[in-house]
């Protein structure tokens, strides 16, 4: 029972590197989500897929590239680290975009950019 | 301002404590309403959704005030394993997760 796997779990990167971090549900969920979390301020929307072929922005994507080819996977890619970009990544999927949905999360990528 | 304002705590109570938490929302457009739980160093899992009626899960209560836009999440009989941070969030359209910063909570024996 996977549910939403994320790889890797750790990273450290240098200033200028590119790198993906992977997402793959196996729940056949239409909605993905992935949010960055910094100390005490939540978690932030990076970026959003309603399905594959689709993606859209969300409140803080620059930086960041992201794709969705099949249902089951949506990779983030940082495109040239900073270590701005320093954070706790959170991948997320949901049934559908409905408003009492429940998101599940994956286990999470702790990111350091150097 | 935040569109999702928490305390961040921390509180620390005893053992069978009751405690409290509030959140407070910025758009009133907000369709739905959840507190998430999420453990050191570990992934936010959904804990209970908010409904405008009121709603009871066991030790915790969640309850929505719309015209004050605030949610509200009570423990009561607190136990150790509840110590965690609590997580507001609300959705405003399509599935767009919100996120407060969070309430630390440590029960200690």
């Known amino acids: 029972n996977a549910g939403v796997t994320q790889t890797p779990k750790f990273q450290v990167l240098k200033t200028g590197q590119s790198m993906t971090l992977q997402c793959a549900q196996d729940?056949?969920?239409?909605?993905m989500s992935w949010y960055r979390q910094d100390p005490g301020m939540g978690l932030r929307l990076i970026h959003y897929?309603?399905?594959?072929?689709?993606?859209d922005q969300g409140e803080v994507p620059n930086g960041y590239n992201v794709s969705r080819s099949t249902t089951e996977d949506f990779p983030l890619r940082l495109l040239s680290a900073a270590p701005s970009q320093t954070s706790v990544y959170f991948c997320?999927?949901?049934?559908?975009?409905?408003?009492?949905?429940?998101?599940?999360f994956g286990q999470g990528t702790r990111l350091t950019v150097v | 301002r935040k569109e999702v304002e928490q305390d961040p705590g921390p509180f620390n109570v005893p053992e069978g404590a009751t405690v409290a938490f509030n959140c407070t929302y910025s758009?009133?457009?907000?369709?739905?309403f959840f507190w998430y739980r999420q453990d050191c160093r570990k992934e936010p899992k959904l804990l209970m959704s908010?409904?405008?009626s009121g709603n009871e899960d066991g030790r915790f209560t969640a309850q929505l005030n719309r015209a004050s836009q605030y949610i509200s999440l009570l423990i009561r009989d607190s136990k150790l394993s509840d110590s965690a941070t609590y997580l507001c969030?609300?959705?405003?359209?399509?599935?767009?997760?919100?996120f407060g910063g969070g309430t630390r909570l440590m029960v200690k024996p």
């Open positions: 997320a999927s949901s049934y559908s975009a409905g408003a009492h949905t429940e998101a599940f």
């Open positions: 729940m056949n969920h239409e909605y």
């Open positions: 897929s309603v399905g594959a072929g689709i993606t």
């Open positions: 758009n009133s457009a907000s369709q739905s």
């Open positions: 908010v409904y405008s």
């Open positions: 969030v609300v959705n405003n359209a399509g599935n767009m997760l919100t």
